[in-house]
């Protein structure tokens, strides 16, 4: 093996010092600073001297991102300190008895200042750092035990090899959301579908299912990203005295943050961020499924303590689901002004974001057969936003045995589709629906394209 002389060594600095710069103006602040044709030409010269020697190969080089070939195992991972759950507060009346409580445990007459951050829709992980290096990653898992993920993770671009600055302490651990854009969540089900491979019913579900590949370099084409909520250090006479300060300092070492969180005072302003980014959550370009209140004091965190499984000095308010279970009653057929005909579940009513819903698209007949959707089947159904709600899985093990197949109304001749503006349940009922006059404009005996049908 011919050994780097140390000019090699010094231009390979060069080139991961240079690269990680340009992920992180990239990846975290969505600032490029160089066009893609530049950084391919730096990321492939730091590729070709890292094959060429070997031994100059550092833990944090940027070119491990693209993920190793070999396969991974998941290793079990004791987390340092537990990874525990939140308590939910499903009402703004269970916010002001959470914020009740922790005034009168603090024995506090004053509003107490709460950190407001999205509670992103992903998976929950721990990074550690030993002298500023990403060493492990771990899932959450039951909150003691997790698995050791940190092949996968070191293919997300905005998760730091290396953490940025002079302030790097010895040993930290790193807490964060792992998420899948929406955006990128669609590309890859679009992706999946032209495959022939089996969809993600939603982005959760995609970016759990991307991190638990056994194969990096599978990972390495998932668009997941990372949003870092909370620090730990080992020497805790290091941490700032709020959690606001200890966000901006991972935001310092490299971390993106949520640029949506804020601070508030009291319950009233909690309240009030609540329902600002319930106003704006469908317009974000990632899942969000509540927002989480934490005592900004880490002093007055330590006075409050934990639970067996929760600390009491945050919670989670929930936003509507957007998802829920429901049953499939009937299919009826729906043409629109173009002629085309949309399948639409009529549904037992259930209340999924915000509002009840009866029905839900199911877009075409090539979707119930990708769905395997039959009358009768219980399914999720989804609603985000003002989007139509839309059947996305079906539980199969809860498939009653006279459920019924799907069958496409038969066309009947003389009549147009296209002209109908009617939902119809039975297709010769829209044809019988239609005016002589609509009929007459199709010669005697022919049919509307076969695009009307399908």
């Not at 833990?59 to 990874?83: W, Y």
């Not at 106003?279 to 409050?304: C, H, T, W």
């Amino acid at each position: 093996m011919t050994k780097a002389s140390p000019d090699v060594i010094s231009r390979a600095g060069e080139l991961r010092d240079t690269i990680t710069e340009h992920n992180y103006q990239y990846y975290v602040l969505d600032d490029p600073r160089v066009p893609d044709a530049e950084y391919d030409r730096l990321f492939r010269e730091l590729q070709d001297l890292e094959a060429q020697y070997p031994d100059i190969v550092t833990p944090d080089t940027p070119t491990r991102r693209v993920g190793a070939s070999v396969e991974t195992t998941f290793e079990e991972v004791v987390h340092r300190i537990p990874m525990l759950s939140l308590d939910n507060a499903f009402s703004d009346e269970e916010l002001r008895d959470f914020d009740r409580r922790v005034k009168d445990r603090l024995k506090a007459s004053d509003d107490i200042e709460y950190v407001c951050e999205p509670k992103l829709d992903g998976l929950a992980v721990s990074l550690h750092y030993e002298s500023g290096v990403l060493t492990r990653a771990a899932t959450r898992g039951d909150g003691y035990t997790g698995e050791d993920i940190t092949a996968n993770i070191r293919t997300i671009p905005s998760v730091p090899l290396r953490l940025r600055g002079d302030n790097v302490p010895e040993l930290v651990e790193v807490r964060g959301e792992v998420y899948m854009p929406r955006e990128g969540f669609e590309a890859l089900n679009r992706r999946l579908a032209d495959k022939g491979e089996k969809a993600f019913v939603n982005p959760r579900n995609a970016a759990a299912g991307s991190l638990r590949q056994k194969k990096p370099t599978v990972t390495a084409r998932r668009p997941l990203e990372l949003c870092a909520y909370s620090v730990a250090l080992e020497d805790e006479s290091r941490l700032p005295a709020t959690h606001w300060e200890g966000l901006q300092q991972v935001s310092a070492w490299g971390f993106r943050i949520n640029p949506e969180m804020r601070r508030a005072t009291g319950a009233k302003d909690c309240l009030q961020a609540y329902n600002e980014l319930m106003d704006k959550r469908a317009s974000l370009p990632y899942e969000i499924d509540g927002i989480v209140f934490k005592v900004n004091s880490l002093a007055l965190q330590q006075q409050l303590g934990f639970v067996s499984r929760a600390p009491r000095w945050a919670i989670a308010q929930k936003f509507p689901a957007q998802e829920e279970l429901t049953v499939i009653e009937d299919v009826e057929f729906q043409v629109g002004r173009t002629g085309a005909i949309t399948p639409v579940a009529r549904l037992k009513p259930v209340f999924v974001g915000g509002v009840t819903v009866s029905n839900a698209t199911l877009h075409n007949m090539d979707e119930i057969q990708r769905l395997g959707v039959r009358i009768g089947d219980t399914v999720f159904v989804r609603r985000a936003g003002d989007v139509i709600p839309q059947v996305v899985k079906v539980v199969a093990e809860r498939r009653p045995d006279n459920a019924r197949e799907v069958q496409l109304p038969t066309p009947a001749p003389y009549a147009s589709p296209i002209l109908c503006r009617s939902r119809v349940k039975w297709w010769p009922a829209v044809l019988a629906g239609c005016s002589a006059r609509h009929s007459a404009r199709r010669p005697s005996g022919t049919m509307p394209p076969a695009r009307h049908w399908t």
